[in-house]
């Protein structure tokens, strides 16, 4: 297809009538009149061969290839503004912008945090937002990220777009500070023998794929969305649990758990901000693709989970009771 043949604003009103679902409030969210946007349907009718909105009684309903289209139009439009917002040079002592990125709860406590405290000292007029990545983001990789500024993800679940790599993390095993079986050291039979308490999303269970390549499969009684959220299901109980070492330290610090070597050689966690083609040349996305390297950089030197490394029980020891 001919992109140079297209009317682009056509995509722009495409959205608005697929979301809208009515002619009249379309043109108003779009800042046209009733028959402009009438005769933008029509015309969109056309290229599709399709009538896109259905009337049915008083209302309209989508058709199969307009219900198709809603999200795909939504993705196109959002692209198109970031590809009319890129910018040859940017201030960011002095530009007021907004970045998205994908995260996980622990991408976004260990390393959004920092990247936070760096802006706000160098880029007060920057805003971060950050947001869980939907199931869809592997399946549909390039298409999300193209709508947002980057994905915090390990190396090992997508491939084939540019990352900046930011810091490495190993796993530790997670328990309760009185769990009534295991002391200073955790066995192979423990793994497969005891409950487990795991972070769960369809497209990543680190602690299933872990287990899986020592031949374990755990016996889960407790899977969250969140890896802060293991403490409070370990707390009291006779479960397991597998969390990265630089979320361990506020892990101990938030509920009466502790944390002991995994008693095989798990893979390490090799954390990177993956983004898409799209921002290549756009300075401000070039500046923020710099500034998560020095910031990965900065972690990956100081090693905030260095305090924990081999100290089984003594991992609590510190911690206020």
Not at 239 to 256: D, G, H, N, P, T
Not at 269 to 288: G, K, N, S, T
Not at 292 to 313: F, I, M, Q, S, Y
């Amino acid at each position: 297809m001919n992109l140079s043949r297209l009317d682009l604003n056509l995509v722009v009103a495409l959205r608005a009538l697929l979301e809208e679902r009515n002619v009249t409030r379309a043109g108003e969210r779009i800042g046209l009149s009733q028959p402009a946007m009438s005769a933008a349907l029509s015309r969109l009718r056309r290229h599709f061969d399709d009538e896109l909105l259905a009337r049915t009684g008083n209302s309209y309903e989508l058709t199969p290839l307009g219900a198709a289209l809603r999200d795909r139009s939504a993705t196109a439009c959002d692209l198109l503004e970031r590809v009319f917002a890129s910018q040859a040079d940017f201030d960011p002592t002095a530009e007021t912008r907004e970045f998205t990125l994908l995260a996980s709860d622990y991408g976004a406590a260990v390393f959004g945090a920092a990247l936070a405290r760096a802006l706000h000292r160098e880029a007060p007029g920057i805003r971060l937002a950050f947001q869980h990545p939907a199931p869809s983001v592997v399946e549909n990789t390039a298409t999300v990220l193209s709508t947002v500024d980057g994905l915090l993800m390990p190396h090992g679940v997508i491939d084939g777009l540019p990352a900046v790599d930011l810091f490495s993390d190993r796993w530790l095993c997670l328990i309760a500070d009185d769990h009534p079986e295991i002391r200073d050291e955790l066995t192979l039979d423990h793994l497969a023998r005891l409950p487990w308490a795991v972070y769960q999303r369809p497209y990543d269970a680190p602690a299933a794929r872990q287990l899986s390549m020592i031949g374990v499969s755990p016996r889960v009684e407790v899977s969250v969305q969140t890896f802060q959220l293991l403490p409070h299901m370990i707390e009291g109980t006779n479960r397991i649990a597998m969390i990265q070492e630089r979320l361990a330290r506020k892990a101990v610090r938030a509920a009466a758990v502790r944390v002991l070597p995994c008693p095989f050689e798990a893979v390490p966690v090799q954390e990177a901000m993956w983004w898409h083609p799209v921002h290549a040349q756009d300075a401000a996305h070039i500046w923020l693709r710099q500034k998560a390297a020095e910031v990965g950089a900065t972690l990956a030197a100081n090693g905030d989970g260095d305090a924990l490394k081999g100290r089984g029980d003594e991992s609590h020891a510190s911690r206020p009771r």
